[in-house]
């Protein structure tokens, strides 16, 4: 199976209005090397390890799950919970979970 990761990362970037360098740049790399690296992991040649991703889901202002996610509507559903503070997100769960009953 093909990792979502990729696909992900470029929609996220480019809704976040970064190019690969200026992400790259803000994650603190190389500017030399900034842009072919990025590239690199949009294209999936290379993927970034768990703490580099969680770097680039904070700069990007997503949860890092969206980048992992293997169905689409889930990595919605979780680009949207990840919208919302704390006790909103309790309330959702709970609100979930009574209507399984």
Do not use: W
Request: with cysteine; aromatic share 6%.
């Amino acid at each position: 199976m093909e990792s979502p990761t990729p696909l992900r990362l470029k929609e996220a970037r480019k809704a976040a209005g970064y190019t690969q360098q200026k992400l790259g740049l803000a994650l603190g790399m190389e500017p030399n090397t900034a842009s072919a690296r990025m590239n690199q992991y949009e294209k999936g040649k290379h993927a970034p390890d768990f703490t580099t991703m969680k770097r680039i889901a904070d700069e990007l202002g997503v949860p890092v799950a969206y980048f992992y996610c293997e169905e689409d509507v889930l990595a919605e559903l979780i680009l949207e919970l990840g919208k919302l503070n704390k006790s909103e997100l309790e309330q959702k769960l709970k609100d979930l979970k009574s209507s399984e009953k």
